[in-house]
């Protein structure tokens, strides 16, 4: 199952507490304070790692506590300090911390960052010793670690973002591209997750179907919507299935712009997709040029055909090449 948010509570460890202790010598009745001092509760970081699917081993734990610290011990030594605790989350995480309202992002891969810090230690007996008090009895607990409710969301980083009507062939081009084995059926939804694929070293995201009315939150409208929000380039896929090619194209772009006006600025080309359904070659160019009207960058296709998909991979690398070296909204 695939989980993009979640709520948790995390607590940093607790410090140890001081102690009150005595030195023990031959024939000496009564040595000083040797109290040692508690060691420091372990902190917690967060960790950012490529498995989109991090957040689904969490589902059913919902409480993460790093690890308390000893307390302080005889001779004047420090108890040990609580280990740090990891919390490895997916790339693309935003972290919100539910009392303070501070934001966190991950978005490379190995970035490790503190949530919260573990308790200061408590001071035993000998840190009190002076030259009016040479047997103190004072001593001080530890402090308790940081913790808080934390909001965890996660958008999909990615170079080029497949989008499109349900059946417009998103996961068969990624399938293509990055030889994935994604699900693939004719009926709307196959795709109940954001599937990953590399191409020429770029990330490729399949994003699932989007449909009339999905920034209200129809269909899987919401849950994925957001994961467009930080894919630089967006393919929109468009079968000729449809009748109206037009519509298909105006209802994904009506759905993105009512959601996040910004995403209507992202780079973007026009993939028509199922170019089989379609014998007659003529009638395809038609097609092509009526809808560079919208937008001049456009290719068909068919994944029936190996001369088509390398077409494809071709227009796709060089697009990728030449938004590279210009700048791109994100």
């Not at 993460?64 to 605790?85: D, I, P, T, V």
């Not at 894919?231 to 009512?258: P, Q």
Request: glycine share 12%; net charge positive.
């Amino acid at each position: 199952m695939f989980i993009d948010e979640l709520i948790i509570h995390i607590k940093a460890g607790k410090g140890g507490d001081g102690v009150v202790r005595w030195l023990h010598e031959k024939d000496k009745e009564f040595g000083g304070p040797s109290g040692g001092d508690g060691g420091r509760g372990g902190d917690v970081f967060a960790v950012s790692a490529r498995n989109l699917n991090l957040l689904a081993r969490y589902r059913n734990k919902k409480e993460f506590c790093a690890e308390n610290a000893e307390n302080g011990k005889n001779n004047n030594l420090h108890g040990a300090s609580g280990r740090n605790l990891e919390i490895l989350l997916p790339i693309g995480s935003i972290i919100t911390n539910k009392q303070t309202g501070e934001k966190i992002y991950l978005n490379k891969e190995g970035e490790k960052i503190l949530l919260l810090k573990g308790g200061n230690g408590g001071y035993g007996n000998e840190h009190f010793k002076s030259s009016i008090n040479q047997r103190p009895k004072e001593f001080t607990k530890g402090k308790l670690g940081e913790e808080a409710d934390f909001y965890i969301e996660v958008e999909l980083i990615a170079d080029v973002g497949l989008i499109g009507l349900p059946n417009s062939g998103k996961t068969s081009i990624l399938n293509e591209l990055a030889n994935t084995r994604g699900k693939v059926g004719d009926y709307p939804f196959t795709t109940l997750e954001p599937n990953l694929g590399e191409y020429f070293g770029h990330i490729i995201s399949d994003i699932p179907g989007l449909i009339k009315g999905a920034a209200e939150g129809k269909g899987l409208g919401h849950k994925f919507l957001r994961h467009i929000r930080r894919v630089k380039i967006l393919a929109h896929l468009i079968s000729l299935e449809n009748e109206d090619l037009d519509e298909a194209y105006k209802i994904i772009r009506k759905e993105l712009g009512r959601f996040d006006k910004e995403l209507l600025d992202k780079k973007e080309i026009i993939v028509l997709t199922k170019t089989d359904l379609i014998k007659d070659e003529k009638t395809i160019e038609k097609i092509i040029k009526k809808m560079q009207k919208i937008n001049p960058n456009i290719i068909a296709l068919t994944i029936y055909d190996d001369n088509s998909v390398k077409k494809f991979k071709d227009f796709l690398h060089k697009f990728l090449v030449l938004c590279a070296n210009t700048s791109i909204t994100a």
